[in-house]
């Protein structure tokens, strides 16, 4: 029987930063259960005219507020742009507006985005607060919640698995194994259905047999995908193992 205790990388929701919610431009909660962690790329924050035609975008933002009489509100943007420079997405993750006023919102910076200089892949927020009398807009980090264990099965029952996950992650868990056991760890790639699409022992002594039902077992294993912004998004996870010594 092959006994192995696994630690999802810290085996705790990491705490987010005291200043989650200027940093994020927020005012929600980060997601139950789920390690969470500001992105750091781009290492400065571009300024929001970089982004979009700030000057063209306020004056559309001014006059669709007064003619429509609407009452202040925000509206915060996820965006993406890709390695070409071009603004490939924009979202709108959070408001307090009408469901129609956040959509128009979302259109008028489609309408004024801009393209930027070459680079790798990247995003930030982009957080609009608007009145009758002003626009007032700020860029902040977008950010990354890793995949989150689902189940935990048995398929043959001559492979328990022992987790130290916290048990909001979890619909089932079991007591950590009283033999004697060593480190060990192994690399999951996950699709952004959450799917394990790839496997890699990095690191334990295993005999090729174990080693075969191990990788087999966390094959099964089933996650909710990781989360860019709330969108679902391929994750790599490390899994720290605790193996029999023998």
């Known amino acids: 029987m092959l006994l192995a205790a696994v630690c999802l990388a810290g085996c705790a929701p990491s705490r987010p930063p005291a200043d989650r919610a200027a940093v994020l431009l927020t005012q929600s909660a980060p997601p139950p259960g789920r390690r969470c962690q500001v992105v750091a790329r781009p290492a400065a924050l571009p300024p929001a005219s970089r982004l979009v035609d700030s000057v063209a975008l306020e004056r559309a933002l001014l006059q669709r507020w007064r003619d429509a009489a609407l009452p202040p509100g925000f509206a915060l943007l996820s ?38 200089e070459p680079d790798a892949e990247w995003g930030v927020r982009l957080r609009l607060d608007v009145s009758a009398d002003s626009v007032r807009m700020r860029v902040g980090r977008q950010e990354r919640c890793e995949a989150r264990l689902l189940d935990l099965h048995e398929p043959d029952g001559t492979l328990p698995l022992f987790v130290e ?23 999951l790639q996950l699709d952004a259905r959450g799917a394990v699409v790839g ?3 990095e690191a334990g002594p295993l005999d090729a047999a174990r080693e075969r039902r ?33």
């Not at 709108?92 to 393209?115: G, I, N």
């Not at 033999?179 to 760890?185: G, K, L, N």
């Open 79 to 116: 965006l993406a742009f890709d390695r070409n420079g071009y603004n490939v997405r924009r979202r709108v993750v959070e408001h307090r507006l009408a469901p129609t006023v956040a959509d128009s919102v979302q259109k008028l910076v489609f309408a004024y985005r801009r393209s930027t």
């Open 199 to 201: 496997v890699r022992l």
């Open 165 to 187: 996950t916290p048990t909001s992650a979890l619909t089932r868990s079991a007591p950590a194994p009283a033999t004697a056991t060593v480190p060990a760890s192994v690399m």
């Open 214 to 246: 191990l990788l087999d077992f966390l094959r099964s294993l089933s996650f909710e995908p990781a989360l860019e912004d709330g969108l679902p998004a391929p994750d790599s996870l490390r899994l720290r193992l605790r193996l029999p010594a023998r």
